[in-house]
């Protein structure tokens, strides 16, 4: 807990250390809140894979009795609870249920997959009833959550997906060239870069596919793992000695792009996808698929291009495309429009606004200002 006297104490929950969008976000969203007079905790519901964040982890399952009795614990100093992401939903409901602990939920995927069974959606119903706010990165992921789940407009709040430019700053050429040289790419290499989980919904093989069909001079980097990366090595090997490698999880996703000529997002579903935003800060321009609200952030032809999904052929055209438009200048568009739209700036007042305003309500109701029942 970073503690301030007299701050409200917010308790952030993650999944698990896996360096994923919503467990980033959440680590990046912590000092700017402290910045703005609140006592910050960040929570893992269970331990990561590999290359994990250092956060407390709670458990060994993400909604094991163990974790939860720990997370039910923890809340009790806290004037309200942040659940990061779907598995952190359940948790916040069941860890406090029959106290007056409120908490927010960041919805951060498409609520049309994620309704998919009338289970799920009277379920997740269910888990969003409680929930003092629901946090949609845009206004028609809010709409979609009124009409599936039936969260009413006025415990739902739209904040944007966000990145620090001090965690992604706008590359230069001398960052370029460093980068590259870390990473062992020649000067006359064309990379593209694919970031995220080996899981079968990110569709990383299709990336590899897209890449295969490009000219010798262009080579991929994968960096991420999970289930999938078996059918990605074999995938790798099909494309030829040195056209695909594969990094595995890795710490530093800034350098990475800094190297990049382009990032692919070849996802079969996505919500708001944050490494689009921190490609686009860092100025590389990126070809993805027309799922979620991928379109939020890429104007499709001007700071990239947007693709149907299962297409490898379509990524790999999209690419040549870039290169014929010119991909520094879509690199520089990207960050134009991500510097307007998606600053860590602006949507950590908007979590502030948010957080007092649940924290103040729930203190009224309790009256005075102790944090714990």
């Known amino acids: ?36 007079g609140f006592a910050v905790e960040t929570v893992a519901l269970a331990a990561g894979t590999s290359a994990s ?38 948790a916040c409901f069941l860890a406090t249920l029959g106290t007056r602990r409120p908490f927010v939920y960041r919805n951060i995927g498409d609520p049309y997959y994620w309704g998919s069974t009338r ?18 990165l845009t206004d028609e ?29 706008r590359r230069s050429p001398a960052s370029r060239a460093r980068a590259r040289e870390a990473l062992g790419i020649a000067d006359d290499a064309k990379v593209a870069v694919c970031i995220g989980a080996l899981s079968p919904e990110k569709s990383v093989p299709d990336a590899v596919r897209a890449v295969a069909r490009l000219p010798p001079a262009w080579q991929l980097l994968v960096a991420g793992e999970g289930p999938e990366r078996p059918a990605v090595a074999d995938e790798a090997l099909a494309a030829g000695a040195g056209r695909v490698r594969l990094l595995g999880q890795i710490q530093d996703t800034a350098e990475l792009l800094s190297a990049a000529d382009v990032l692919v997002l070849p996802s079969l579903t996505e919500g708001l996808p944050g490494v689009l935003i921190e490609a686009a800060m860092t100025g590389v321009p990126a070809v993805a698929t027309d799922v979620g609200f991928v379109d939020d952030v890429i104007d499709d032809g001007i700071t990239g291009f947007v693709v149907a999904p299962g297409d490898p052929g379509a990524l790999a055209n999209a690419i040549i495309r870039g290169e014929a438009a010119g ?47």
């Open 1 to 36: 807990m970073v503690a301030v006297t007299g701050s409200p104490k917010v308790l952030q929950v993650i999944t698990d250390t896996d360096r994923r969008g919503a467990q980033l976000f959440a680590v990046s969203l912590a000092p700017a809140l402290v910045r703005r």
């Open 327 to 373: 991909l520094e200048r879509l690199g520089e568009a990207a960050n134009r429009r991500a510097q307007d739209r998606f600053s860590l700036t602006v949507a950590a007042d908007r979590w502030a606004d948010t957080l007092r305003s649940v924290a103040g309500a729930d203190t009224g109701r309790r009256g005075g200002t102790r944090c714990c029942a």
């Open 119 to 136: 289970a799920r959606r009277a379920r997740t119903m269910l888990f969003l009833s409680r929930a003092s706010r629901v946090v949609a």
């Open 53 to 90: 964040l250092d956060v407390e982890v709670l458990g060994s399952r993400p909604l094991g009795s163990t974790t939860l009795r720990a997370l039910r614990e923890r809340s009790k100093m806290a004037a309200v609870l942040v659940a990061h992401g779907s598995t952190a939903l359940p």
């Open 141 to 169: 992921t809010a709409r979609r959550l009124n009409e599936i789940y039936r969260v009413p407009p006025r415990r739902m709040v739209t904040i944007p997906q966000a990145v620090s430019t001090a965690d992604f700053p």
